[in-house]
């Protein structure tokens, strides 16, 4: 079968399944190893028996829901391609915005500083963690992770995108109260969706649940974080967190609880919808 042919038979199942066309060209590239120029101009090239069946093996998977970034081992991340796997959350497009913000926040609050230390709580695939590291020159950021699997994945994409991010292993800030460690930038996007929501098959299945789910409403890791926030931030520090785009009220009464003399500021993502939450721990207002 020549790759033409091959493709058209995947796009057929594709559609029949009302998924993305785009994943036959992405599992294509992988299995022949080419870049997208390149599939351009073999698609009258014949294709062996063994690539045709591992193809159509990733190609079943994804047509059983597996999400195409697990197939293919990667997913991009403000311009960078970060490994994943089942073991850690799928970077996602709302994080990019908490990073970007997180960004515009150093511009605004620690321009004069010489270092910003900060910690990213639940790093996963360490997205968020590598991101700030590599983007700013003067941040030194460690990730933690209470999944020594998520941590592995982390390392690797230390390693493979050559940032110099520490990891630490433990549940929420307990790494940083054991070390004394205290940071000017606190962020996390922890597992916030409620127990009990339903959620698209690619997600249920496939990725890991100790990534995903927060409690009765979804709020019991801000909880944490917050309650014990003061132990690990300095006297002026950011909170930056991704959140649920209907969990702010529940975070307005914890900031209530935890940090009643804090301002903070609720953003919302690109598709409206609230999504980012920053507390200013003595940092003036803007
Ligand atoms: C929503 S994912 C975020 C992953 C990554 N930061 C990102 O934005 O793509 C939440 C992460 O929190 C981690 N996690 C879950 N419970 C934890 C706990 N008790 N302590 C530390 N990390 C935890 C999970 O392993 C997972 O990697």
Redesign the pocket.
């Known amino acids: 079968m020549v790759i033409r042919d091959l493709l058209n038979e995947s796009i057929l199942k594709i559609n029949e399944a009302h998924k993305e066309e785009r994943a036959a060209y992405e599992l294509l590239k992988k299995h022949l190893k080419i870049e997208n120029y390149q599939l351009y101009l073999m698609l009258e090239e014949e294709v062996d028996k063994a690539v045709i069946d591992d193809y159509n093996q990733d190609l079943n998977d994804y047509l059983d829901n597996k999400p195409l970034q697990y197939i293919l081992g990667y997913e991009m991340?403000l311009g960078r391609d970060f490994i994943v796997n089942d073991k850690?959350?799928?970077?996602?497009y709302e994080?990019e915005e908490?990073v970007e913000n997180i960004l515009y926040h150093i511009d605004d609050y620690f321009s004069d500083y010489e270092q910003i230390d900060i910690v990213?709580?639940?790093?996963?695939?360490?997205?968020?963690?590598i991101s700030l590291d590599l983007e700013d020159n003067k941040t030194k950021v460690i990730g933690?992770?209470?999944?020594s699997d998520?941590l592995s994945v982390a390392t690797h994409n230390n390693e493979l995108l050559k940032a110099e991010v520490t990891f630490k292993q433990?549940?929420?800030l307990?790494p940083l109260i054991d070390n004394n460690i205290k940071v000017d930038i606190l962020v996390?996007?922890?597992?916030?969706i409620p127990d009990e929501e339903l959620l698209e098959n690619s997600v249920k299945d496939y990725e890991?649940h100790?990534?995903?789910f927060g409690g009765n409403q979804g709020l019991d890791?801000y909880e944490?974080i917050l309650k014990n926030a003061h132990l690990v931030i300095k006297e002026r520090a950011l909170l930056a967190f991704?959140i649920g785009y209907n969990q702010k009220d529940g975070l307005i009464n914890l900031i209530n609880k935890y940090f009643k003399d804090a301002s903070y500021q609720i953003l919302k993502d690109i598709n409206g919808k609230d999504r980012m939450l920053f507390i200013y721990h003595n940092l003036i207002n803007k």
């Open positions: 991340f850690v959350l799928i970077p996602r994080t908490l990213d709580i639940g790093c996963g695939s360490g997205a968020i963690a933690s992770d209470i999944s998520a433990g549940d929420m307990q996390s996007n922890p597992p916030y890991p100790v990534a995903l890791f944490i991704e």
